[in-house]
């Protein structure tokens, strides 16, 4: 099985800050890396595909960049309502893995 | 509106069996792959399951397979999750969803809101 592995775990950050969140795979996986957000006792919502494509209507300041193994989600300057936890998926091979999210704090 | 809306979910002892259901509507159900997606309050998410839009392939998670049996009736626009031999870490919010597809890229783009199985003696 492929393994996702992000990081940080967690973040504190600031309304207004640019966010960078890590995601490494074990082995290559082309662009086929997918970005989620989940919000407390909410199910996930799609935020990126293929690495870099925004999924409709999904605010512009996300965007997601990276291929092979190492991949990149950006929040370009972070909203109150983007609290919430991240996950990575790849969709190269099953079973589908996911990373183990990171949790963006208020700080 | 595209929705999926699970139901099926309870508690029961280990052991047990249980049928979660899903029901569509919005879009051409037929069309479309489907999963099914875990996760323990607190945790992270695990893909479970997938079926093909015409029901003829499948895969599982090692941690289901021989267990767990995901099927549909694109007559009734319904996915289906059959849970056999249901283990105390089977407990979990189960999501069904959408497979999207763009050229050869595949993704998650729709959810449910989730039904809850507890599984406890």
């Known amino acids: 099985d492929i393994q996702m592995t992000q990081s940080p775990s967690s973040l504190s950050a600031s309304v207004g800050d640019r966010v960078t969140i890590t995601c490494r795979a074990s082995?290559?996986?082309?662009?086929?890396l997918n970005w989620y957000q989940q919000k407390p006792g909410k199910a996930p919502n799609l935020l990126i595909y293929?690495?870099?494509s925004l999924q409709s209507g999904v605010p512009l300041r996300f965007s997601g960049s990276g291929s092979g193994t190492d991949f990149t989600l950006t929040i370009s300057s972070l909203q109150p309502e983007d609290f919430a936890t991240y996950y990575c998926?790849?969709?190269?091979?099953?079973?589908?893995?996911f990373g183990q999210g990171t949790k963006v704090e208020i700080k | 509106e595209v929705q999926l809306v699970e139901s099926g979910g309870g508690l029961l002892q280990p052991g047990g069996s249980l049928r979660l259901s899903c029901a569509a509507s919005?879009?051409?159900?037929?069309?479309?792959?489907m999963h099914w997606v875990r996760q323990v309050p607190g945790k992270g998410l695990v893909w479970v399951s997938r079926?093909?839009?015409?029901?003829?392939?499948?895969s599982y998670a090692d941690s289901v397979k021989g267990r767990f049996t995901i099927s549909r009736d694109n007559a009734k626009n319904t996915l289906y999750l059959q849970m056999n031999s249901l283990r105390a870490e089977d407990t979990a919010v189960y999501y069904c969803?959408?497979?999207?597809?763009?050229?050869?890229?595949?993704?998650?783009?729709?959810w449910g809101k989730g039904t809850t199985v507890t599984v406890s003696s």
């Open positions: 293929s690495a870099s």
């Open positions: 998926q790849q969709s190269y091979s099953t079973p589908w893995t």
């Open positions: 082995q290559s996986i082309s662009s086929h």
């Open positions: 079926i093909n839009s015409d029901g003829s392939s499948t």
């Open positions: 969803v959408r497979n999207g597809l763009s050229y050869y890229y595949y993704y998650m783009d729709v």
């Open positions: 919005g879009f051409t159900f037929s069309s479309y792959w």
